[in-house]
C-alpha cells in the first residue's frame, strides 16, 4: 500500500485503525410519513435517540483505538476549495423539475453559503418554503416540497464509497433518492487534504455498484453482490477496473435474491474471522459464486459454485467456519430483519453488532467471537446495522 499511514483496506477483519461515520443530522427530521418510503426508510426515526445510539456506536470504536472521521465534517472542509464548490452547487441544481428561474436562483444562493451552511443545505435539502423566489415552478409547488432532496441515506457510509486496498470506490447507487450521495463523497476524496493523491478505482458515473454489495475476503479476493443495486455490469466493470490496478486476482460474482431485508450482500453475509463468516442461513445453501479472474486481456468467468467452496478457493484455505443467524429460521428470519448478519468486524474474532439480535450474538460468542453491542433502536430503521454505517478507511494486514 502506498500510504498505511492514511488508507488502505485489504481485508474485512484486520485490525481497523481509520473510519468514515456520519452522525444523523436534519436530514433525518425532514423524513414524514408522506416521503419515507420514496426516501427508503421503513419509519419515522427518533432523531434524538439516533443520535445518542450513534455516538455511542462512535465511542465503542474509539474505546477499541479506531480513529473516527466524520462524512459531514470532511465536507465542509472539502468545500473550502472553490472548485469544490463550484462542482457542489452545479451537481445539486441540476435537477430538471427546477426549470430556469428556480435553478439561477439557487445556484447563486447557494454559492453564496459559507462551507458550513453548503454542506447542510446539499446533506438536509432545501424545501419549496425555505426560498423567496417568484416564478412559476415555485407557485405550482406544495409549499413542503423539497427543491433539493434530504439525503437520510448518507447514514450509511458504507454504500458510497469503498476502499480496495489503497484505492477508493466512490459507487454508482441504484436508487434515484440516493444517486446524489455519491457526488459528495466524490468530493471528499478529489479535494479534501487528508486523501491528496489518493487513487480512484470507481466512480459515480460508471455502472451501479453499491459498497454494501462488496466483501473484501482477503488480500486479493472479492466478493460482489448481484442484484437490483449492483448490476451484472457493475461488477464486470468493478473487476475490469481492479484487475488492470492489480488490486485483487479474483472477484466472485455472487447473485442475491433482493428484498428490502436482503438488498445487499452484506445483509445476509459478513466476516468475523480471516476463516468464518456470518451467514443468513435461509439463504446460505443456494448462495452461488462466479469467480472471475483474467490473464491481463480478457476475464473469464467460472461456473457457478456454493459460495463457501469458492470463496475458500479464492483465498487458498480448505474452508471458511459458517456461523448462522438464529436457531430456526424464524428466529434467523427475524434476526437478519434487525441486521442480525451486518456485523462490523474490528479485528479477527471481534465485531461490533445490535443488541437486539440476542440470539445471533450467542452463537457468534459460542464460536468465539467477541461481540461488542451497541443499540440500534432508531438507527435500524434505514435497515441497515454497523457494517453499513461504517465505511473503514484505514484496517491493518492479517
Known amino acids: 500500500m502506498s500510504d498505511r499511514a492514511a488508507y488502505g483496506v485489504d481485508s474485512e477483519v484486520g485490525p481497523l485503525r481509520t473510519v468514515m461515520?456520519?452522525?444523523?443530522?436534519?436530514?433525518l427530521r425532514r423524513l414524514t410519513p408522506r416521503n419515507n418510503d420514496k426516501l427508503l426508510f421503513d419509519g419515522i426515526p427518533w432523531v434524538g435517540r439516533a443520535q445518542d445510539e450513534h455516538d455511542a456506536f462512535a465511542q465503542a470504536l474509539r474505546d477499541r483505538n479506531v480513529e473516527v472521521l466524520y462524512l459531514g465534517e470532511l465536507l465542509t472542509e472539502a468545500l473550502t476549495d472553490p472548485e469544490a464548490r463550484s462542482i457542489a452547487v452545479t451537481g445539486a441544481t441540476e435537477d430538471l423539475r427546477l426549470g430556469d428561474t428556480l435553478r439561477d436562483y439557487l445556484h447563486s444562493a447557494l454559492g453564496a453559503l459559507d462551507p458550513a451552511g453548503l454542506a447542510?443545505?446539499?446533506m438536509a435539502g432545501v424545501r419549496n418554503d425555505e426560498v423567496?423566489?417568484?416564478?412559476?415552478?415555485t407557485s405550482l409547488l406544495a409549499h413542503e416540497d423539497f427543491l433539493i432532496d434530504p439525503l437520510p441515506n448518507l447514514l450509511f457510509t458504507r454504500d458510497s464509497s469503498v476502499w480496495i486496498r489503497d484505492a477508493v470506490a466512490v459507487t454508482s447507487l441504484a436508487m434515484p433518492a440516493r444517486s446524489r450521495e455519491t457526488q459528495l463523497t466524490e468530493l471528499i476524496y478529489t479535494f479534501h487534504p487528508r486523501f491528496a493523491g489518493a487513487d480512484k478505482v470507481y466512480d459515480h458515473q460508471l455502472e451501479h455498484v453499491e459498497g454494501g454489495d462488496v466483501l473484501a475476503l482477503g488480500p486479493g479476493v472479492l466478493a460482489v453482490g448481484v442484484g437490483e443495486r449492483t448490476t451484472p455490469a457493475g461488477v464486470e466493470r468493478l473487476a475490469r477496473r481492479v484487475f488492470a490496478k492489480d488490486l485483487a486476482h479474483t472477484v466472485l460474482a455472487v447473485p442475491i435474491a433482493q428484498q428490502r431485508a436482503t438488498m445487499h450482500l452484506d445483509t445476509v453475509c459478513t466476516m468475523v474471522d480471516v476463516d468464518a463468516v456470518l451467514m443468513y442461513p435461509n439463504m446460505a445453501e443456494e448462495m452461488r459464486a462466479l469467480a472471475v479472474t483474467t490473464d491481463g486481456d480478457q476475464l473469464h468467468v467460472?461456473?457457478?459454485e456454493p459460495f463457501l467452496v469458492a470463496a475458500a478457493k479464492a483465498l487458498g484455505i480448505d474452508t471458511l467456519r459458517r456461523i448462522d443467524t438464529g436457531l430456526?429460521?424464524?428466529?434467523?428470519?427475524?434476526e437478519q430483519w434487525d441486521d442480525g448478519n451486518n456485523t462490523l468486524a474490528?479485528?479477527?474474532?471481534?465485531?461490533?453488532?445490535?443488541?437486539?439480535?440476542?440470539?445471533?450474538?450467542?452463537?457468534?460468542?459460542?464460536s468465539g467471537i467477541e461481540v461488542i453491542r451497541i443499540s440500534g433502536s432508531e438507527l435500524g430503521s434505514g435497515r441497515g446495522g454497523p457494517r453499513c454505517m461504517s465505511c473503514p478507511v484505514l484496517r491493518d494486514g492479517v
Do not use: K, S
Not at 423567496?132 to 415552478?137: A, E, I, M, P, T
Not at 430456526?328 to 427475524?334: G, H, I, Q
Not at 474490528?346 to 459460542?366: H, K, M, Q, S
Open 21 to 27: 461515520l456520519h452522525r444523523p443530522g436534519n436530514e
Open 120 to 122: 447542510e443545505a446539499l
Open 132 to 137: 423567496r423566489v417568484g416564478g412559476l415552478v
Open 302 to 304: 467460472a461456473e457457478p
Open 328 to 334: 430456526d429460521p424464524v428466529t434467523a428470519e427475524r
Open 346 to 366: 474490528l479485528a479477527p474474532r471481534v465485531c461490533i453488532a445490535y443488541e437486539r439480535t440476542v440470539e445471533t450474538n450467542a452463537r457468534l460468542e459460542e
